[in-house]
């Protein structure tokens, strides 16, 4: 379980970050990008980030769509960031929750955020450097599981996140209004450490970065 690969990533959450929150949504018809992610999406792929996505789909455990359902999700992302001419480097998802109604996938797992089973996984297939990579999400289970992988974490603070329970492993690296902000803030860092730990945040003045990009 090495930390130390050859490339970097930012792993990004899928609903609410990467594209609409449409909840449960397998529709590829439905799958919009954020506001801005295509530019977002674009920078972070110049600066040498491999773009990875880690989801929860308890939509499965839940019954609600078959796990093959996210053959055509994934194939969508893939449509939609190849359109701007950004690869997809992977897409992982946790199917299982342990309240779910599908009796194999109602487990409790270690690849359902906040647990990071799937940044480990995503990692060792990549070979990526998780310290010199990211966690970008919208609410604070991203944050934890980037932070329990050893990643630098990136809260957009969009109003996904609506309860707000903070802790340790809770707190992200920097926050911003939304994904371009995002991507501004791992592509070029900011000058001094303006984030203030104890959350909730939504002030302006409290946005901003920890850390400057590696290089
Ligand atoms: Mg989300
Ligand atoms: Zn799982």
Not at 62 to 71: I, K, M, Q, S
Not at 82 to 108: K, M, N, Q, R, T
Not at 181 to 199: D, K, M, N, S, W
Request: proline share 7%; with cysteine; hydrophobic share 40%.
């Amino acid at each position: 379980m090495a930390m130390i690969g050859t490339q970097r990533a930012v792993f990004l959450d899928k609903d609410g970050t990467l594209i609409e929150d449409v909840p449960y949504n397998v529709d590829p018809a439905r799958i919009r990008l954020m506001p801005g992610a295509a530019e977002a999406l674009r920078a972070l792929h110049r600066a040498s980030y491999l773009l990875i996505v880690i989801s929860n789909q308890s939509g499965v455990a839940r019954g609600y769509f078959p796990e093959t359902a996210l053959v055509a999700v994934e194939a969508r992302l893939r449509a939609l960031l190849a359109a701007i001419g950004v690869p997809l480097a992977g897409f992982y998802y946790c199917p299982h929750h342990p309240d779910g109604v599908v009796p194999e996938y109602a487990v409790s797992c270690i690849c359902r955020k906040p647990s990071h089973g799937l940044i480990i996984r995503a990692g060792r297939e990549h070979d990526i450097d998780r310290a010199a990579s990211w966690f970008v999400g919208d609410i604070l289970d991203d944050v934890e599981a980037g932070n329990r992988a050893g990643c630098r974490t990136l809260l957009i603070d969009n109003g996904g996140e609506t309860l707000w329970e903070v802790g340790p492993d809770r707190t992200p690296d920097a926050i911003a209004r939304d994904f371009a902000e995002a991507a501004r803030i791992i592509t070029q860092g900011t000058a001094e450490p303006v984030y203030q730990p104890g959350l909730p945040v939504s002030d302006t003045q409290t946005r901003g970065a920890l850390h400057a990009p590696p290089d």
